[in-house]
Protein backbone atom coordinates (compact mmCIF):
# COMPACT_ATOMS: atom_id res chain seq x y z
CA UNK A 1 0.00 0.00 0.00
CA UNK A 2 1.43 3.42 -0.75
CA UNK A 3 1.43 5.66 1.82
CA UNK A 4 2.77 9.43 1.76
CA UNK A 5 3.46 12.05 4.60
CA UNK A 6 3.41 15.71 3.87
CA UNK A 7 4.02 18.66 6.02
CA UNK A 8 5.17 21.69 5.47
CA UNK A 9 2.05 23.57 5.13
CA UNK A 10 1.19 26.61 7.55
CA UNK A 11 -0.70 30.17 7.09
CA UNK A 12 1.95 32.83 5.57
CA UNK A 13 1.87 36.09 4.12
CA UNK A 14 1.57 37.16 0.80
CA UNK A 15 5.20 36.92 -0.17
CA UNK A 16 6.31 34.37 2.23
CA UNK A 17 7.85 31.07 1.79
CA UNK A 18 7.22 27.94 2.50
CA UNK A 19 9.18 23.86 2.55
CA UNK A 20 6.63 21.30 1.40
CA UNK A 21 8.31 17.78 2.71
CA UNK A 22 7.04 14.33 1.90
CA UNK A 23 7.72 10.96 2.63
CA UNK A 24 6.10 8.17 0.84
CA UNK A 25 6.32 4.11 1.23
CA UNK A 26 5.18 1.10 -0.45
CA UNK A 27 6.46 1.35 -3.94
CA UNK A 28 9.55 1.38 -5.64
CA UNK A 29 10.48 5.45 -5.20
CA UNK A 30 13.48 5.62 -7.16
CA UNK A 31 11.62 4.42 -10.29
CA UNK A 32 8.79 7.01 -10.34
CA UNK A 33 8.91 10.44 -11.34
CA UNK A 34 7.60 12.19 -8.09
CA UNK A 35 5.36 15.19 -7.94
CA UNK A 36 3.20 17.45 -6.14
CA UNK A 37 -0.31 18.03 -6.64
CA UNK A 38 -2.80 20.54 -4.60
CA UNK A 39 -6.51 21.12 -3.95
CA UNK A 40 -8.40 24.40 -3.90
CA UNK A 41 -11.57 24.91 -1.94
CA UNK A 42 -13.99 24.00 -4.41
CA UNK A 43 -12.23 22.76 -6.75
CA UNK A 44 -10.29 19.44 -8.36
CA UNK A 45 -6.95 18.25 -7.33
CA UNK A 46 -4.82 19.23 -10.30
CA UNK A 47 -0.76 19.02 -11.14
CA UNK A 48 1.55 21.09 -9.46
CA UNK A 49 4.86 19.84 -10.47
CA UNK A 50 6.88 16.69 -11.30
CA UNK A 51 10.49 15.53 -10.99
CA UNK A 52 11.87 12.98 -13.03
CA UNK A 53 13.40 9.92 -11.01
CA UNK A 54 16.74 11.51 -12.25
CA UNK A 55 16.38 14.69 -11.06
CA UNK A 56 16.92 15.51 -14.66
CA UNK A 57 13.31 16.92 -15.79
CA UNK A 58 11.55 19.53 -13.89
CA UNK A 59 8.02 19.75 -14.92
CA UNK A 60 5.57 22.85 -13.83
CA UNK A 61 2.25 24.33 -14.45
CA UNK A 62 2.68 28.10 -15.68
CA UNK A 63 1.48 29.53 -12.18
CA UNK A 64 4.15 27.88 -10.49
CA UNK A 65 7.19 28.36 -13.21
CA UNK A 66 10.41 30.74 -11.00
CA UNK A 67 8.12 30.64 -7.94
CA UNK A 68 8.05 26.93 -6.76
CA UNK A 69 11.38 24.25 -7.35
CA UNK A 70 10.38 19.96 -6.90
CA UNK A 71 13.12 18.29 -5.21
CA UNK A 72 13.84 14.72 -4.81
CA UNK A 73 16.41 12.77 -2.21
CA UNK A 74 16.47 9.40 -4.03
CA UNK A 75 18.53 8.00 -1.10
CA UNK A 76 15.65 8.68 1.49
CA UNK A 77 12.53 8.51 -0.24
CA UNK A 78 11.84 12.07 0.06
CA UNK A 79 10.71 15.11 -2.01
CA UNK A 80 9.96 18.85 -1.39
CA UNK A 81 8.87 21.76 -3.00
CA UNK A 82 10.09 25.13 -2.18
CA UNK A 83 7.78 27.71 -2.58
CA UNK A 84 8.49 31.60 -2.67
CA UNK A 85 6.74 34.70 -3.20
CA UNK A 86 3.27 33.01 -2.51
CA UNK A 87 0.08 34.77 -3.13
CA UNK A 88 -3.21 34.44 -2.28
CA UNK A 89 -3.61 32.00 -5.18
CA UNK A 90 -1.47 29.61 -4.04
CA UNK A 91 -3.60 28.69 -1.51
CA UNK A 92 -4.52 24.93 -1.44
CA UNK A 93 -4.00 21.70 0.17
CA UNK A 94 -0.65 19.80 -1.50
CA UNK A 95 -0.12 16.35 -1.98
CA UNK A 96 2.21 14.30 -3.31
CA UNK A 97 2.63 11.81 -5.69
CA UNK A 98 4.12 9.81 -8.00
CA UNK A 99 3.67 11.04 -11.51
CA UNK A 100 2.71 9.49 -14.58
CA UNK A 101 5.89 9.29 -16.72
CA UNK A 102 3.74 8.85 -19.72
CA UNK A 103 1.66 11.64 -19.82
CA UNK A 104 4.45 14.46 -19.02
CA UNK A 105 4.88 17.13 -19.59
CA UNK A 106 1.11 16.93 -18.38
CA UNK A 107 0.70 16.60 -14.31
CA UNK A 108 -1.08 13.10 -13.87
CA UNK A 109 -0.85 11.11 -11.02
CA UNK A 110 0.10 7.28 -11.28
CA UNK A 111 -3.04 5.18 -11.58
CA UNK A 112 -2.47 2.92 -8.24
CA UNK A 113 -2.19 6.53 -6.11
CA UNK A 114 -3.42 6.76 -2.15
CA UNK A 115 -3.46 10.58 -1.65
CA UNK A 116 -2.35 11.27 1.58
CA UNK A 117 -4.01 13.85 4.00
CA UNK A 118 -2.05 16.80 2.74
CA UNK A 119 -0.14 20.14 4.04
CA UNK A 120 -2.74 22.92 3.79
CA UNK A 121 -0.66 26.12 3.03
CA UNK A 122 -3.08 29.36 3.37
CA UNK A 123 -1.69 32.67 2.05
CA UNK A 124 -3.31 35.95 3.82
CA UNK A 125 -2.78 39.20 1.45
Known amino acids: QVTAVESGGELVQAGGSRRLSCTAS????????MGWFRQKEGKEREGGSC????????YYIDSLKGRFTISRDNAIGARSLQMANLQPGHTAMYYC??????????????????WGQGTQVTVSA
Open 26 to 33: GFRFAEYA
Open 97 to 114: APCQSSTLPDLDPVQFVT
Open 51 to 58: VSWKSQQH
